[in-house]
């Protein structure tokens, strides 16, 4: 009796490993949110194509991967950049205000701070989707000159 145990055991071994690689894979494929929300992950999704999209063949905000870097990043952020980021994806979220913000992102850069708090936020992601789309393996990949193998470049 204990051989056929033993051969009844080794029979069924492939059927569970394929169940763990099958869970496993499917983990990876969605991977869990550190900071967002999914709604507000979708409206940084939206966000990110607005402000920096793929053109003549440059990978664009998307497709280096800023949407989530921007999730890992802010998890580790500081309680002050935290509220920032949640009163401004707030403010996305209020279709009255969306338009304003809108503008916003439009508007040349300058040194003087909006008077509306709220308004601070655009500024604020426009220059976190640069600096990390920048700053990514994907676009320093297609860069000319480069083949030195390293991805993070300072960001003048």
Same mark, same amino acid.
């Given at each position: 009796?204990?051989?056929?145990?033993?051969?009844?055991?080794?029979?069924?071994?492939?059927?569970?490993?394929?169940?763990?690689?099958?869970?496993? $894979?499917? =983990?990876?494929? @969605?991977?869990?949110?550190?900071?967002?929300?999914?709604? #507000?992950?979708?409206?940084? &999704? +939206?966000?990110?194509?607005?402000?920096?999209?793929?053109?003549?063949?440059?990978?664009?905000?998307?497709?280096?991967?800023?949407?989530?870097?921007?999730?890992?990043?802010?998890?580790?952020?500081?309680?002050?950049?935290?509220?920032?980021?949640?009163?401004?994806?707030? $403010?996305? =979220?209020?279709? @009255?205000?969306?338009?304003?913000?809108?503008?916003?992102? #439009?508007?040349?850069?300058? &040194? +003087?701070?909006?008077?509306?708090?709220?308004?601070?936020?655009?500024?604020?992601?426009?220059?976190?989707?640069?600096?990390?789309?920048?700053?990514?393996?994907?676009?320093?990949?297609?860069?000319?000159?480069?083949?030195?193998?390293?991805?993070?470049?300072?960001?003048?």
């Amino acid at each position: 009796m204990k051989r056929r145990r033993a051969i009844q055991a080794l029979a069924a071994a492939p059927a569970a490993a394929q169940e763990v690689v099958s869970t496993g $894979a499917e =983990a990876v494929a @969605s991977p869990a949110l550190s900071f967002f929300n999914a709604s #507000e992950m979708e409206a940084l &999704y +939206d966000l990110c194509k607005l402000i920096l999209p793929a053109l003549g063949g440059r990978p664009g905000a998307i497709e280096a991967g800023v949407p989530q870097f921007l999730d890992f990043l802010l998890s580790k952020s500081s309680k002050a950049d935290q509220r920032l980021y949640r009163a401004g994806m707030a $403010a996305w =979220a209020n279709t @009255s205000r969306r338009t304003q913000l809108l503008k916003q992102f #439009e508007q040349a850069w300058t &040194y +003087d701070t909006p008077a509306d708090s709220a308004l601070i936020f655009p500024r604020r992601l426009k220059d976190d989707v640069l600096r990390a789309t920048f700053n990514s393996r994907e676009w320093l990949s297609g860069r000319r000159g480069g083949g030195t193998g390293y991805y993070w470049k300072p960001f003048d």
